[in-house]
């Protein structure tokens, strides 16, 4: 199956929103704070999808994860 580019960002932030919470950060606010950035782009990123690959590869950096880990569905 082919995934269009919006469908694959709302694929990313949901995986980011498991992988928060299966990190040792376990919240939205604990993790945005710790990367660095607000809550309600946290918020937007996981709501409304996240489709900036370098944001994507600085967050699987930050996890210690694979991209592919973020981007797979």
């Avoid at 660095?36 to 489709?51: P, V």
């Amino acid at each position: 199956m082919e995934l269009k580019s919006q469908d694959l960002g709302l694929v990313v932030g949901a995986n980011l929103k498991r992988l928060i919470k299966e990190s040792k950060y376990r919240t939205q606010e604990a993790f945005a704070f710790e990367f660095g950035c607000e809550d309600r782009t946290l918020r937007r990123w996981l709501g409304k999808g996240l489709y900036n690959l370098k944001i994507i590869q600085e967050i699987a950096d930050f996890l210690k994860i694979s991209v592919f880990d973020i981007l797979s569905e």
